[in-house]
């Protein structure tokens, strides 16, 4: 299981937002495109995944609250 954001760059237009949110700070800008810079210590919060108005990002974990 991938514990960390997936980026497609293609979909980026670089805004930086995801970068602002991320707490973890798993996010970085590199060459005007957010790119994960970390493969651990995601808290799983999905703010970047919300605040990406173009799709970009997408968190491939369930947050599952009993």
Do not use: H, Y
Not at 13 to 28: F, K, T
Not at 47 to 65: D, H, K, S, Y
Request: some cysteine; overall charge negative; glycine content about 6%.
């Amino acid at each position: 299981m991938i514990d960390v954001p997936e980026i497609q760059l293609e979909k980026c237009d670089g805004c930086g937002l995801c970068v602002d949110v991320c707490s973890s700070q798993l996010i970085m800008m590199r060459e005007s495109v957010a790119v994960v810079i970390k493969t651990e210590g995601c808290n799983w919060c999905t703010l970047c995944e919300a605040v990406c108005a173009t799709g970009a990002i997408r968190c491939p974990f369930e947050i599952i609250i009993e």
